[in-house]
C-alpha cells in the first residue's frame, strides 16, 4: 500500500569528511507530523494494532519451509563479527538471519503471485512462519488463504515515525564502503557505495548511490575511495574510483538514486561487514550479494555505511513516501523504514535481506553514531512490490546490479549417438526468475543450448555432435553481464546405427548467444566468488 507520510526529513548524506572546518553537510531541518497516529512508537520499535476487519488465524505459510537446519551450513561460514552484529542488534543466530531473509524473499514472491492472479492485495507482512496478506473482500480472502498464506480484510495499519530530524546519509570497492570527492582545496563529501553493477548496452561497472550524493557531484568531479580502520574514525582519500554518470542523479518524485563509473577499481558484488561494525570495512568476511528483492514488514535486515558499519533492524513499513527536506527544498521519496541505525556519511550504503538486496540508505532520524534505541533509518527501495518508484524503474533497460552467481551443479548427464543426443541436468543454488544456465561444447565461445533455472532445477540437451569425446562447459547467469565459473564434463556420443541415423534430429533451443568474458573482480575472500551476476528478470523485467 502506497502511503504518505506528512513529514520533512533530513537526508543523510554529503557528510564533511577529511577537514576539521567543513560547514555541516545540509541544514538541520524539522520533522513536521499531520497524519493521524495509528500505532505506538515504544524504543523497540513499531508496536501495531490489527485491523479491525481481520479475519480469523488461518495456517502458517509455506515460511515455515525455511528451517534453521536448511541455512546452518551458511551460517557457520558468516565472519564471527558480523553474527555478534545480527545478534546485537536482532537477537538472532546466524542462521535464523538466513532463514528469515530468505522466507521473507519468499513472502514477496507469494504476494506477488497472488496479485498477477488478480488478487487486489492492499499490504503483506510476515510474522516469523506467516505471512498476512491484506485485501478487499471475502472472495480475494479465500484465494490468500488457499495459498497458505493468512487474510485479513482491509488495510493494514497506517506506520508512524519519530518527530525527528532525518538527515541525509551521504558519509572499495565493495558494497557498503566509502566514497568521497573534493568540494574545495581543503574539504570533501562522503557518501557510500549502494550497489556494483553494469551499465547494461555495455558492460561498463557503474555503481549505484544514493541519488542526493550524486546530485552533489559533477561528472568532472573525481569520486575517491575512503579509506577507513573503523567506520567512525574517519578517513583518507584512497584510490580514484570514477565520476558521475552525467544525468543519472535522481532525487525526488519519489526516487533517491545516482550512478558513478567505476573505472580506477574493480568492484565486487559483496558487502562490506566492518567487522560488525567495530573495524576496518574487511576486517570480517564480506556478505555476498546473491539476488535483489522487495521487502517486506518485520523482515530483518542489516545495512552496510561509511559511518556507521554494520547495523541490522526490522522493517516497519515498505513503499511509504516519505518528504526529504534538503535545504529550501523538499523531496520526496519512495521507502522501506526501518528501526535501525544511520547517520551522516552512511547514504547510499547497502541494506540486505539475507542475502539479497533491499534497498539504499536514503534517510535518518540520527545525526551521530551511537543511535538512540528508536533510531528510524531509510532506504530508497530496490524493488517495490507495488510498482512505485524504486531502483529497477530508475534505471529500467539501462543498468543493473550485480550479484554473486553459484556454479551450476551437474547431478545427471547422458551420453548420446550421432542421431540422438545426450543431456545434461542439474540444480543452481540462489537461482531467480532471471536464472539461466548455458551449454557451451569443445572449447565454443556460443551456447549450443539455454536452459531456465529459475526453479533451481535445469535440464539441456546436447547438439547433434560427431562420435567420440567431447568436452562441455555450463555457466549460469543471471542478467547480461553475470555470470558463474564454469562445471565442466565430458560426454562419449557413439556412431548411429542404421535405424537411428533415419530419426530426425532435435531442434536446438533458440536464440543461441555468445559466450562473453566475464568482468574480473579483484582478490577477495574466500568466501566471495570471482565472478559477478547482475538482476534483469526480476529486477529489471517485471
Known amino acids: ?274 567487522n560488525g561494525g567495530q573495524g576496518a570495512p574487511l576486517a570480517s568476511a564480506p556478505q555476498a550479494v ?38 529550501s527544498t523538499v523531496y520526496q521519496v519512495n521507502s522501506i523504514v526501518a528501526n535501525i541505525c544511520l547517520v551522516p556519511g552512511d547514504s547510499g550504503g547497502s541494506a540486505l535481506m539475507g542475502s539479497n538486496a533491499v534497498g539504499i540508505s536514503s534517510a535518518s532520524s540520527s545525526s551521530s553514531f551511537p543511535c538512540a534505541s528508536n533510531a528510524i533509518g531509510t532506504f530508497f527501495e530496490m524493488l517495490s512490490a507495488r510498482g512505485l518508484p524504486d531502483v529497477a524503474s530508475a534505471f529500467a533497460g539501462t543498468w543493473e546490479p550485480s550479484v554473486t552467481v553459484a556454479a551450476p551443479v551437474v547431478t545427471a548427464s547422458t551420453n548420446g549417438t550421432t542421431a540422438t543426443p545426450g543431456t545434461l541436468s542439474g540444480t543452481l543454488t540462489n537461482a531467480s526468475a532471471s536464472s539461466t544456465v548455458r551449454l557451451y561444447v569443445d572449447g565454443s565461445t556460443t551456447a549450443a543450448a539455454t536452459a531456465s533455472a529459475s526453479s533451481g532445477r535445469w535440464s539441456l540437451t546436447f547438439p547433434s555432435l560427431s562420435a567420440g569425446t567431447h568436452s562441455y562447459k555450463v555457466i549460469a547467469s543471471w542478467g547480461v553481464w553475470s555470470r558463474s565459473a564454469p562445471t565442466s564434463g565430458s560426454v562419449t556420443v557413439a556412431q548411429a546405427s542404421s535405424a537411428q541415423s533415419t530419426q530426425p534430429s532435435k531442434t536446438l533451443l533458440s536464440p543461441t548467444p555468445s559466450l562473453t568474458p566475464v568482468p574480473t573482480t579483484s582478490s577477495s575472500p574466500s568466501t566471495v566468488g570471482k565472478t559477478s551476476q547482475s538482476l534483469i528478470g526480476s529486477l529489471l523485467g517485471r
Open 1 to 274: 500500500m502506497r502511503l504518505m507520510q506528512a513529514f520533512i526529513w533530513h537526508t543523510i548524506g554529503c557528510n564533511p569528511a577529511l577537514t576539521n572546518s567543513a560547514p555541516e553537510g545540509h541544514a538541520v531541518n524539522k520533522l513536521l507530523l499531520s497524519a493521524p497516529l495509528v500505532a505506538v512508537l515504544l524504543a523497540g520499535g513499531l508496536v501495531v494494532g490489527t485491523s479491525a476487519n481481520a479475519s480469523s488465524p488461518q495456517p502458517p505459510s509455506r515460511a515455515s519451509a525455511f528451517t534453521l537446519d536448511r541455512y546452518s551450513a551458511a551460517a557457520a561460514n558468516l565472519p564471527p563479527a558480523m553474527i555478534a552484529a545480527i545478534t546485537r542488534d536482532l537477537r538472532l543466530s546466524g542462521a535464523q538471519f538466513l532463514a528469515d531473509g530468505a522466507a521473507a524473499a519468499d513472502a514477496v514472491a507469494l504476494v506477488g503471485t497472488l496479485e498477477k492472479s488478480g488478487v487486489a492485495v492492499q499490504g503483506s507482512r510476515i510474522d516469523g512462519a506467516t505471512v498476512t496478506v491484506y485485501v478487499k473482500n471475502e472472495a480475494d480472502a479465500a484465494r490468500v488463504t488457499a495459498s497458505g498464506a493468512v487474510a485479513a480484510i482491509g488495510t493494514p495499519p497506517k506506520p508512524v515515525l519519530p518527530a525527528a530530524p532525518l538527515r541525509p546519509v551521504a558519509g572499495t570497492l565493495y558494497d557498503g564502503t566509502g566514497v568521497y570527492w573534493q568540494t574545495s582545496s581543503t574539504s570533501g563529501r562522503q557518501c557510500s557505495v549502494g550497489f556494483n553493477g553494469f551499465a547494461i548496452s555495455s558492460g561498463a561497472n557503474q555503481l549505484v548511490t544514493a541519488g542526493h550524493c550524486a546530485a552533489a557531484m559533477t561528472s568532472s568531479t573525481p569520486v575517491y575511495a575512503l579509506v577507513q580502520n573503523a567506520p567512525q574514525a574517519g578517513g583518507s582519500r584512497g584510490s580514484l574510483i570514477g565520476s558521475v554518470v552525467s544525468g543519472s542523479a535522481r532525487f525526488g518524485n519519489g526516487q533517491d538514486a545516482g550512478l558513478v563509473s567505476v573505472t580506477g577499481m574493480t568492484p565486487v558484488p559483496a558487502v562490506a561487514t566492518w
Open 290 to 327: 546473491t539476488g535483489v528483492s522487495s521487502a517486506i514488514v518485520n523482515a530483518k535486515i542489516c545495512k552496510s555505511g561509511s559511518r556507521s558499519g554494520w547495523t541490522c533492524g526490522t522493517v516497519t513499513s515498505v513503499d511509504t513516501t516519505v518528504n526529504v527536506q534538503d535545504g
